[in-house]
């Protein structure tokens, strides 16, 4: 395997310098997507196609403009620290979300294709085990909900010349009825994304994502910025460090990272007025 680059979102391999979450439409797009972020090597994040050479720190959306890996956790990079989620942009406007259980010290070594395939990987194993969560927790709601009504049933001959409560009951009941309809409906359709990932012919959708400033009591300067995936939203802030994990050099923001080479100039946040970015 050739080494890529490992300039934000470039291979996570040992440097030769010290110091080391609208959609695309289709299944078959999203596959292209995903095919592409494996087979080619990853650049810097710059807001082109080449390796960062900017000797100013890049801003959020020219970052997020390039092929790369952004990593999410709660705490900072350390090597048993974990990683919630990787962000796989693909310089075209859109990003791939993966739901993961790797830690960075896992990343070490890595290039960007075996990250992303570890990251697919991960991302199947924790929805099948969400899946199969749902389905018991509906499966236990029915049960509960069928032992009332057979209760309800019972008590509906000892109402039969009250009129009022024999009304509430019936109520009651086809309350229950309609919940265990619905439930149903929602393990067939569980189940049918189950079949999808058994079979190995999920594939995660890449998505168009935005980004949006909070600003401060002057309304001139960013305070935060939200990076928007669909549903699902991510703010971060301004951090002025450095994490060195194993052979790895991180640069990033507050629960955001990306490997990059060593005197790299960092991130900052977008100012109001850039292009494409939303102000609150």
């Known amino acids: 395997m050739e080494p890529h680059s490992k300039e934000c979102g470039g291979s996570i391999e040992e440097p030769t310098t010290g110091g080391t979450r609208r959609r695309i439409k289709g299944l078959a797009l999203s596959a292209i997507v995903a095919a592409s972020l494996l087979a080619l090597p990853l650049t810097g994040c710059s807001g082109s196609n080449e390796p ?21 956790s709660n705490g900072e990079p350390k090597k ?9 942009f693909d310089g075209a406007g859109n990003v791939t979300v993966y739901d993961t259980d790797m830690s960075y010290g896992d990343l070490n070594g890595k290039s960007n294709e075996e990250i992303i395939k570890l990251a697919q990987q991960q991302n199947r194993e924790n929805k099948i085990a969400e899946l199969e969560n749902d389905i018991k927790v509906l499966r236990q709601d029915n049960d509960e909900l069928q032992a009332d009504l057979d209760d309800m049933n019972e008590e ?8 009022d409560t024999l009304g509430v009951i019936e109520s009651d009941i086809s309350e229950a009825q309609s919940r265990i ?17 058994n079979s190995g012919s999920y594939v995660e959708e890449a998505q168009p994502f935005s980004l949006s400033i909070e600003t401060d009591d002057t309304g001139n300067n ?15 802030s301004k951090r002025d460090m450095s ?9 990033g923001y507050d629960g955001l990272y990306t490997a990059v080479e060593q005197g790299h100039h960092g991130f900052i946040l977008d100012t109001p007025g850039t292009e494409g970015v939303e102000v609150d």
């Open 156 to 163: 509906k001959g000892d109402y039969a010349s009250d009129p």
């Open 181 to 197: 309809s619905d439930n149903n409906a929602k393990i067939d359709e569980d189940n049918t994304k189950l079949d999808k990932l």
């Open 222 to 236: 960013a305070v935060s910025e939200i990076l928007t995936v669909g549903d699902d939203s991510i703010e971060f």
């Open 80 to 88: 048993d620290g974990m990683v919630h989620t990787v962000y796989a």
């Open 243 to 251: 994490w060195t994990v194993y052979d790895l050099y991180f640069l």
């Open 52 to 72: 960062a050479q900017s000797d100013e720190p890049i801003t959020a959306s020219q970052a997020f403009s390039s092929e790369c890996l952004w990593f999410h």
